[in-house]
């Protein structure tokens, strides 16, 4: 990402005065209105321009105005229509708002409000659904974006950066407040909500706990983004939800006819332990110069991981957990790229240990955010037949061209499966959600404190399955109904891993007839055939929003849109289903205008562009940033030749910067250039933890050797060590028997980040030791002193 955008006073007034949230959760589903309150307090007409981060997945299907007692509700356009039906209006002098999508990304919208009146006042309500995925603990998660990252483009790029136009100001003076109440509703119940925000209580309101409210504590700095997890009593549950068509829309349509959508949790049983996995795993790892911010843009938590630190680790984490005989290489991208190797090499122990070396030393040095190059140079190498291609891209990156790499990433999605990680906040989820729709893997954000590795060992264990294929639905309906897929349906199938299906029912349902009906899954996992049935009601409940037909839609638009220029068909397609269901697309936009007459303009309006806070995105290696007499910090006067000492912090108030868009946007592709950091006191060197020393001494093959680094881990001597082995057991097998049970012992916490490498030890130990590996473990835990069951070791 590239700090960009002018670092302004707040002096300016700023006519949007507050945001108010309201979300309904019902299951799966997250109904939003979001609120923008404004007032003007010039003394001469102005226009506001509100840019905002939304979720990739949101459907936005509703947009409507107050504006001085009058209620507008906005109308769906082709995008250029809206654009000139705005701007007609406000040169008639009458009040107008607009709201449209960006054109190379989902994630980002902007809000035009036109005309407002001095002391005039307005409320602008807008309006989403989306359809929310659980943790891997079993968590719902809800995410309203309030981090607006810069996109980062280099130099010469085409086309716009609406980001770089953003007004930023120290952070705690935005003139703006956010208020979040949130209702949620399960049938089997709600156990807890947590979030790294502060919250009111939760309260219930049904006695069976099946209704709640929570509400976001005031004095939200915009800093994060406003994070739910809901756990409820059974995640796990399959369900069913049939919505009634809207009244009035013609039938067969995708809004006329009832919608559907099924929850499944297929059982994809775990791979055959006698199988070995094979495959071809590629890392693709941001190293532009804002990883080496923490993970959270925050004051208060200091101790949030570094990104690159956390990068780093969960690499050496990969590396290890990885099984003999597949092929790997490492890549890493900032303005520029590089790689380990020329080309994918075979996993031994020699790649992996020289691998290792090179993923210690490892900086982020490369400047700026540019993943298209890297992606391509990658799809260039021909897949090896046999090693399925698993593709790993960790980044915070905010890139220019998201739609260009999602359309990279899709046209090669036949040759493998891409796993995305979006690290710290903000962190766009139209790049890290659309490259793994786009192929067939699985996005993870990692904010705040929370741990990158378990969420990459987690797709490591996703990568390591084999395929599930011949992914087919059957339906049993009554006489005269019939169901269709609304886009193509499920393509790929994990463990554990929600299934979403949408569907339309059409035809007419006899009065006489079955009230249910039945869809079967049924897919192939290592030659075996499996079927998930479910029943579900065919009474279609009525709705004002229309939830589900929206999430349908906006399920459908996300297949149809990036398709590229020959496919114009696809681009009709969308068009048209972007205007029948009011979801907004690339292609469309909402426009309101009062049709009261007002005076024609006499000249441009005042444009306010409503500011967000200034975060900047580097971390302190020698303690806070030092302002200057002049009101810079000393980091952005030397990028504009002046002199002293660099200095990066993560988050700081800074005062207002006298440097122009077009100098900050090339912060980070500069940072760390020999010229700049020449004089930089190195970072100091944090030390490993014993669990990560422990992982960096295991062999390839999944076996510990015994030195001397081993036993300090233990707190034994080498001697020591070597005097308890049981009698004719290699040195090697009593030492990886010792780690699995310092690791039960020391680290079950971390559980999540050392099952795979375990596997693959007791794979090692069971192929070495034989009849002798009970007695080894029984030796161990005497020497330990601990207790832990030769269950673990599978005997």
Known sequence: MNICGLITKSEEPVPLKSISVDVVVRGFVADVVSELRYHNEEKSPVEVVFVFPLDDEAAVYAFEGLIGGTRIEAQIREKKQAEQEYEDALSEGRQAFLLGREENTSDIFTCSLGNLPPDGEAMLKLSYVQALAPEPDGAIRFVLPAVLNPRYAPQGSEGGNVTKSIPRVPKGTLPYTLSLSAMLESPYGINRVESKCTLEPLRYRAEDRTIAQVSLAEGHQFDRDVELLIYYEDVHKPSALLEAGKPGAAPASLMGDPALLLTLYPSVPAPKPSQKATGEFLFLLDRSGSMECNTEYSSDSPDSP????????????LLKSLPLGCYFNIYGFGSTYDSFYPQSVEYTQETMSKSLQRVKELQADLGGTEILQPLQAIYSQPCREGYPRQLFVFTDGEVFNTDEVIAEVRRHSSSHRCFSFGIGEGASTALIKGIARAAGGSAEFITGKERMQAKALQSLKKALQPAVTRISLSWDLPPGLKAELVGSGPQVIFQGQRCLIYAQIRGQHQSSGSTEGTVVLQYQFQDQTFKETMKFSLQAQESDRLPVHRLAAQALLQELEGVGEKEKEKQRLALETSLSSGVVCSQTAYVGINTELGKPLQGPLTRRDVPHPYLLPFSAPGGPAVINSVGMSSMSRRLVGGGGPMYMMCSMPVPP???????????????????????????????????????????????????????????????????????????????????????????????????????????????????????????????????????????
């Open 657 to 795: 910067v006298p440097c122009s868009a077009d100098c900050m946007n090339e912060i980070e592709d500069t940072l760390c250039s020999e010229s700049l950091c020449e004089d930089v006191e190195p970072t100091p060197k944090k030390e490993e933890s014993p669990f990560l020393n422990l992982v960096s001494l295991q062999n390839a093959d999944g076996s510990w050797p015994l030195d001397s680094d081993l036993a300090s881990i233990l707190g034994l001597s080498e001697a020591e060590i070597s005097s308890k082995s049981p009698a004719q057991v290699a040195l090697n097998a009593w030492a990886t028997v010792l780690a699995i049970l310092w690791l039960h012992i020391n680290a079950m916490e971390q559980k999540d980040e050392w099952e795979l490498l375990e596997a693959k030890a007791l794979s090692w130990l069971h192929a070495t030791t034989g009849p002798q590996l009970a007695e080894c473990v029984k030796a161990g835990n005497a020497m330990l002193g601990s207790g832990v069951s030769p269950d673990v070791f599978e005997i």
């Open 306 to 317: 570094m990104r690159i630190q956390s990068a780093k680790e969960t690499l050496i984490l």
